[in-house]
């Protein structure tokens, strides 16, 4: 009896002996499943952190990037505004405002272009006093500047040597150093007493006396002055008020410039400032179509119609009460 008594308490004890290899096998398993499941979390929150890095550089870099474009196109100064624009196509060469820009510097180039025009029509004019010639230099300096991007500094130093020495674009031209030909022509042959009015043969030929041709002696023209007349709206379009802010009582206040060509119609339009607290995307985009959908009398030059730049234009967005 004592026996089978301790023989059923061995019994009991030996069973979970046999068993611990088996427990410690599964903790072992649940701790691997549990590390694995934090490291796929970790993983999982620096990639989230990475894209929302990514996300916050992309939409940073897109408003420098109109913030250059802005301060490019408002520059009060022809030459600082020529630099900007010309740094920004070449930074930007994808942007949406690029061929904006472009035609901005092209417009540029042309307006120097013609100043540059008048200057040497200035600097060649025999008439034209010293001091003309030296303040036509300075206006053209101030205005586009020698030390920016696309100015004239050889020219302008050459047009400076010809006033100060008219004889120098002289000496440039004379490049041939060898003696010109004689073209005395060879001596006559016939007798030296033989009268000049006198033919061969003794027939007299009769003197004949000519009068000059009366030069006819115009006035100075007269520069008609040029006359110029700004675009005037000849069908205004009303924008559309954006539902989401109409329903909330939202108001904006959109200011476009407007390029309008000589047909009166509006070819392109740059934003110039949006005061919304919300929506500002919807008020721009109703207003840049009802801005497009609007036509203008033409501006004018002289009586002919002509295209125009910068026209600004403002559209209030208000909630009647």
Not at 136 to 165: C, F, P, Q, V
Not at 278 to 306: C, I, M, Q, W
């Amino acid at each position: 009896m004592l026996f089978l008594m301790y023989q059923s308490i061995d019994d009991t004890d030996a069973e979970p002996i046999a068993d611990a290899p088996q427990s410690r096998l599964n903790r072992l398993k649940i701790t691997a499943l549990i590390l694995t499941g934090l490291i796929l979390l970790v993983t999982v929150g620096i990639y989230s952190s990475q894209s929302r890095t990514g996300q916050t550089t992309e939409v940073y870099d897109a408003k420098a990037a109109y913030e250059t474009y802005r301060k490019a196109m408002t520059e009060p100064n022809l030459a600082v505004r020529r630099a900007r624009l010309i740094d920004f196509i070449q930074t930007q060469p994808k942007h949406d405002r690029v061929m904006a820009a472009e035609a901005q510097l092209s417009a540029i180039h042309h307006a120097e272009s013609e100043d540059w025009a008048a200057l040497t029509g200035v600097i060649y004019d025999p008439v034209q006093s010293l001091p003309a010639k030296h303040y036509a230099i300075e206006l053209y300096e101030t205005i586009w500047g020698t030390e920016l991007l696309g100015a004239r500094e050889d020219d302008l130093n050459h047009l400076k040597t010809l006033i100060d020495d008219p004889d120098a674009g002289e000496a440039e031209n004379d490049s041939s150093t060898e003696p010109l030909p004689d073209f005395t022509p060879p001596k006559d042959k016939f007798d030296d007493n033989i009268s000049g009015t006198m033919m061969a043969g003794g027939v007299t030929v009769p003197q004949r006396t000519y009068q000059p041709a009366p030069t006819l002696i115009r006035p100075p023209q007269q520069q008609r002055p040029t006359t110029e007349t700004p675009p005037r709206i000849r069908k205004n379009v009303r924008p559309r008020y954006p539902s989401r802010a109409l329903r909330r009582g939202i108001g904006a206040e959109i200011v476009l410039a407007l390029n309008i060509d000589d047909e009166g119609k509006v070819q392109m339009t740059e934003l110039v400032s949006a005061r919304a607290p919300k929506y500002r995307k919807d008020f721009v985009k109703a207003a840049e179509r009802a801005a497009l959908r609007t036509r203008f009398h033409p501006a004018t030059r002289n009586g002919n119609p002509t295209a125009t730049s910068g026209v600004i234009k403002k559209y209030v967005f208000q909630v009647d009460d």
